[in-house]
């Protein structure tokens, strides 16, 4: 991989999307109102209905969708979460749910609906699962909120991220959540603890340098690119060409379908062992993420955002015959069916994204569409949570809905600066020495200061007012410092949790970032002081 000679690609790229596509009328509260409607840089749409027909399409499936699948059941006041049901029978809900709930509700969004309170209330949600070791959020939690799997499952990180920084263009980041700020450091984490730095992949689950597993329709190029933009992190550009040397090798092997598995084993994506070496649930959504790809970027990424999908979708349309509605759940990668059921909103949905790609596809482009209008959005199977989910995420790429708004203008304003979250909120202390008072610490005048006893240990602790998106402490010690402390966070002022420490402090400023954490509370334990004296902080901010 050379970055050096893929980095003018993005500048040209750049230039080009902002140059072809034309700015969208703002609505209240909304930079970029349902419908967008707009016509893709590359590829085509469906011409078999009208734009306004198409729009009403999407909007009809999306109240389904919703009415059916938004819960706030097992959810803490404010919050809201995706009903999983019942593909999973409990309706319990999983990242991936949550992930294309946020990317729904933000590119539903106008001055008509309850788009950006839906968002909020999803992300908050997905706050208070966020796995402590990684930042990520627990793949799967149980139908009452009291259970959570302690493995993340990426794919649902993705879009994630990907909503927060649209919804950054959608709305700005001077709410209640800076979403530009929580984009930046769930980015940051996916770089982290979800990409495999040997073959550049995301891996199946968080520790992702450890796994040789690779669930192959995690990797979604223009999510990537996003990534790339708004964080200025190269490593970005080694993903997306890791994950076109992947398509790559699979249309290589089966030239007739271009199919790729739901999961491979790397590096060398040969079987993984699992039964999972065929194209099925997890792997029909890759036309679709590929394709995307294509209408926003053409082939600056690869030739094969254009060539897989078309070589997908043409085999596609040859075996079943032209007729959508003949299509199964599972096939082998060369082509050969491996069930007799079909599955038609995961299975039918991404192959007519796929069919944008190319305008000899139009005529199969309007029967593809034409069938999946006709799907209803239920719980009844063929139809199910994630079948409509995936029915709804591709309809808004069919119908010209889903743009790239971080490339395109209007702007929303800049984010302000960080808000101290502990700045005069409630502040306790293990002891206090000379009249120096914890509320010094939190006060916001850094000529008053909080001194405790002189022993070990000493806590000061304060309480943000409600569960915040915590990521970062700053210390402004006096003379006598900590030595060592911890920096804790809990829900409930009990049960505490490190995020952060040192054992080699030297006084003067401690900047401590740490992953995103939901917290009501954050405590600094010191267990060693620097001086004979106690500790001394004329500031303790949380960020």
């Known amino acids: 991989m050379n970055p050096v000679s893929f980095l003018p690609r993005w500048t040209v790229l750049a230039a080009a999307l902002l140059a072809g596509v034309a700015p969208t009328v703002q609505a209240a509260g909304e930079n970029y109102p349902f419908p967008q409607s707009i016509t893709y840089p590359h590829g ?93 959020m627990s793949w799967k939690i149980s139908a009452d909120g009291l259970t959570a799997d302690t493995w993340s499952a990426p794919d649902g990180d993705i879009d994630i991220a990907f909503a ?69 992190d190269s490593r970005w550009i080694n993903v997306i060409e890791a994950a076109y040397d992947m398509f790559g090798h699979f249309q290589t092997l089966n030239p007739a379908t271009g199919l790729v598995p739901n999961v491979c084993r790397m590096p060398t994506y040969v079987d993984f062992g699992d039964g999972n ?25 690869s030739p094969l955002a254009q060539a897989l999908p078309l070589r997908n979708t043409t085999w596609f349309q040859g075996a079943s015959g032209g007729v959508p509605s003949k299509h199964y759940a599972e096939y082998k990668l060369n082509g050969q069916r491996n069930v007799r059921y079909g599955s038609p909103g995961n299975m039918v949905g991404p192959m007519a994204v796929a069919a944008m790609v190319d305008s000899g596809q139009q005529a199969w482009l309007n029967t593809l569409y034409d069938y999946l209008i006709g799907r209803p959005v239920s719980y009844d199977w063929p139809s199910g949570y994630y079948q409509d989910s995936v029915l709804l995420m591709t309809l808004l790429a069919i119908t010209g809905n889903f743009p790239d708004m971080w490339n395109m203008t209007p702007a929303p304003p800049p984010p302000p600066p960080p808000v101290n ?37 000493q806590w000061i602790q304060v309480d943000l007012g409600s569960v915040r998106s915590v990521s970062n402490v700053r210390l402004q010690w ?41 917290a009501r509370y954050v405590r600094i334990y010191g267990t ?7 500790y001394s902080l004329w500031e303790f901010e949380v960020y």
Request: net charge neutral; with cysteine.
């Open 44 to 136: 085509i749409k469906p011409t078999n209905y009208t734009q306004a027909q198409m729009n009403t399409d999407l909007q009809s499936k999306y109240n389904q969708w919703r009415s059916l699948y938004l819960t706030t059941n097992g959810c803490a006041p404010g919050e809201m979460r995706v009903y999983c049901y019942p593909t999973y029978g409990e309706g319990q809900t999983i990242s991936e749910g949550q992930g294309y709930g946020l990317v729904l509700s933000v590119y539903m969004a106008n001055g008509t609906n309850t788009g950006r309170e839906d968002f909020d209330a999803l992300y908050r949600y997905v706050q208070r699962y966020r796995l402590p070791d990684c930042g990520l």
């Open 164 to 232: 927060l920084v649209m919804a950054h263009r959608q709305w700005g980041s001077d709410g209640a959540i800076n979403y530009l700020a929580e984009a930046q450091a769930y980015i940051a984490n996916l770089m982290t603890y979800a990409v495999n730095k040997t073959n550049w992949n995301i891996s199946n689950a968080q520790f992702a340098d450890t796994s040789l597993k690779n669930v192959c329709s995690y990797q979604i190029p223009y999510a990537f690119k996003v990534f790339h933009d708004v964080s200025g």
């Open 528 to 534: 060693a002081r620097g001086t004979r004296y106690g």
């Open 277 to 301: 070496f065929k194209y099925g649930y997890d792997a029909s959504r890759i036309p679709w993420r590929v394709a995307v790809d294509y209408l926003w970027h053409g082939q600056a990424l």
């Open 478 to 518: 006096e003379a006598a410092y900590g030595k060592a402390y911890q920096v804790q966070v809990s829900a409930d002022a009990t049960t505490w949790t490190t995020v952060a420490g040192t054992s080699t402090g030297d006084g003067g400023l401690d900047d401590l970032s740490f992953a995103a954490t939901p």
């Open 421 to 457: 979250l502990a700045l005069n909120q409630p502040v306790t202390a293990s002891s206090v020495s000379s009249g120096y008072v914890a509320a010094n610490a939190v006060d916001g005048n850094g000529g008053t200061r909080w001194a405790s006893a002189s022993s070990d240990p």
